[in-house]
């Protein structure tokens, strides 16, 4: 809970609540201004004008453009192409998510309960891609899967596939280079839990008779549920809005909502259907997060 | 046979460990060797090696164009990001604020909304003030990015810093400004740094905003890199992105060594 916070500065921070206990007597009576408003003043107007207000223009011609009403919507869902669109995008985020996950726990468990070394070593190792481009590593991610690149070389060379494998323009594709980015997302939240849980837990199963396994999904993974959901729809969401993975490792079949947005500006100029997009998109995402908040609370999300 | 258990657990833990630190370093590995291959197209293991393709990346106007044009937006919405940012995280995390938490939360929209939102929006709304396509209009999207960067490390920061040394300061006479430069600030400005590299390095590799706002003439590097792989890829694309790749590395070892100083301990 303590150190997690600036370990992942790509998440985001809790929303800085004052924590109880240190109100300081120093800032006089509550309710008396306090100055220190014009600090925070330019950064909200910035984001006020430079943010929220495009934002809202952007969402609000859904139902302007091209004219007053619903008509975006209906269209919306009256297009069979669209619909595919955005089955694809929860498909895509919903196999995503639970490889994230099945990955990532292993490698939340070692970092969490292996020695210091190995707790540095995996730490570094996850971080230097969160830290290195997205655009290098779907790159790299290009360069691996094509069809004479290393990987095929590998198969081939130990005869694992008698011809080279199609691994990119893919839905296989895709999911390499999403996975590979998102695995962050889950494994510090995973790692932030496993670190709270007390030990004593594990060893009252283990004493009072149930085996490891049993001890471990009886007692363990409960426990690892708050990091887990909080992992799981971070990548979720992450992946509804995908644009650059899409775009560059998968194909025709793979076009997510993000790429229908900007076809339809780039190309179409409907800024009525990118705004209806934009806001489906947006409402999924926080519906998703709304229900985190009520099943484990958002301070866990926003970390 | 508990014993047993445990030790094919281990066996598995680690074999995905291996796997996935594989599966996350390889393919940047490879990217780098390939940089400095003597072939002319982009293949592994490259047949001889050579310097070509970074001296063609530092001759190639294109490039440094773009290099020049990335540098250009880095440097003022990175320094105007920390800058924002911090007075802000200052302010909810030390201030008696009203909806502090909601505005706290609000800060970080930017990093929560798609990419593709945020860029279609600025699009949309440039388009009336003749902002796309000028550093003016990269330059704001940038900050708009990265400030929640450094509102969320430098509020962390703050929140492990005991607010009883700014009153002591205080108690002991100093003027609420003198507080905050003689004691505040210098124990903040690990994360300070901290968050300005950040800020920096996700400044340097924003793709989906700069996509959309900037023109022909204005592109900064991740935008040339783009159109580049998705045209006919050489390996001048290797060589910026191995240099992406270093510089990354840098930035993150610089980080761990200011994280140190920040009191704030990495799990």
Request: proline letters at 7%; glycine letters at 8%; aromatic letters at 8%.
């Amino acid at each position: 809970m303590s150190t997690s916070g600036a370990l992942m500065p790509h998440q985001g921070e809790a929303p800085p609540a004052r924590p109880a206990g240190r109100e300081r007597a120093a800032t006089g009576p509550a309710g008396r201004f306090d100055r220190r408003v014009f600090l925070l003043a330019p950064a909200v107007l910035l984001l006020i004008v430079a943010f929220v207000s495009p934002v809202g223009l952007l969402l609000s011609r859904a139902f302007t453009q091209p004219q007053v009403g619903l008509q975006n919507f209906a269209d919306l869902w009256e297009r069979r192409g669209f619909l595919q669109v955005l089955w694809n995008t929860v498909m895509i985020s919903a196999t995503a998510t639970p490889i994230c996950v099945l990955l990532g726990f292993p490698v939340a468990h070692a970092m969490t309960h292996g020695s210091a070394r190995l707790r540095r070593w995996l730490i570094f190792i996850v971080l230097v891609p969160f830290w290195t481009s997205l655009l290098v590593r779907t790159f790299a991610n290009v360069i691996l899967l094509q069809r004479n690149g290393p990987l095929n070389t590998m198969l081939v060379g130990l005869g694992l596939s008698a011809e080279p494998l199609p691994l990119l323009y893919n839905m296989t594709g895709l999911l390499v280079g999403a996975v590979q980015v998102l695995l962050p997302f889950v494994i510090f939240p995973l790692h932030a839990a496993m670190l709270r849980i007390d030990p004593a837990y594990m060893q009252a199963a283990l004493t009072l008779g149930a085996g490891p396994i049993r001890a471990f999904w009886r007692v363990y993974l409960p426990l690892t549920m708050p990091g887990l959901l909080t992992g799981a729809t971070l990548v979720f969401i992450s992946t509804l809005g995908y644009y650059v993975t899409p775009a560059m490792l998968g194909g025709p079949r793979q076009t997510m909502i993000a790429q229908l947005i900007q076809d339809q500006i780039a190309q179409f100029g409907n800024w009525g259907m990118a705004g209806a997009l934009s806001l489906l998109l947006l409402a999924v995402s926080g519906v998703m997060l709304l229900l985190l908040q009520l099943t484990v609370g958002l301070k866990a999300v926003a970390r | 046979m508990k014993g047993d258990g445990l030790d094919r657990w281990r066996t598995l833990r680690g074999a995905i460990c291996v796997a996935v630190a594989l599966y996350l370093i390889a393919p940047l590995v490879i990217v780098v060797i390939i940089s400095f291959s003597a072939a002319s197209f982009l293949q592994f293991p490259p047949p001889g090696l050579s310097l070509r393709w970074y001296r063609n990346l530092f001759n190639d106007p294109a490039w440094t164009d773009a290099l020049t044009v990335s540098i250009q937006i880095l440097i003022p919405s990175a320094t105007l990001a920390t800058l924002l940012g911090t007075a802000a995280a200052y302010a909810l995390v030390r201030g008696r604020i009203p909806g502090a938490s909601v505005i706290g939360a609000a800060l970080m929209l930017p990093i929560i909304v798609p990419g593709i939102i945020t860029a279609a929006a600025l699009f949309g709304a440039y388009r009336g003030l003749g902002l796309n396509g000028t550093l003016t209009g990269l330059i704001i999207g940038h900050v708009i990015i990265t400030m929640p960067y450094v509102v969320a490390t430098v509020s962390s920061a703050l929140r492990t810093l005991d607010p009883r040394l700014e009153d002591a300061a205080a108690t002991l006479g100093a003027p609420p400004f003198q507080a905050f430069r003689r004691v505040t600030l210098p124990l903040l400005l690990p994360a300070i740094l901290s968050g300005l590299l950040f800020a920096a390095v996700a400044s340097f590799d924003e793709l989906i905003v700069s996509l959309f706002v900037s023109s022909a003439r204005v592109r900064p590097v991740a935008v040339q890199m783009w159109s580049n792989i998705r045209g006919d890829m050489d390996p001048t694309i290797a060589a910026i992105a191995s240099l992406c790749f270093a510089f990354a590395l840098v930035a993150l070892l610089v980080e761990s060594i200011l994280r140190r100083r920040t009191g704030v301990e990495r799990t």
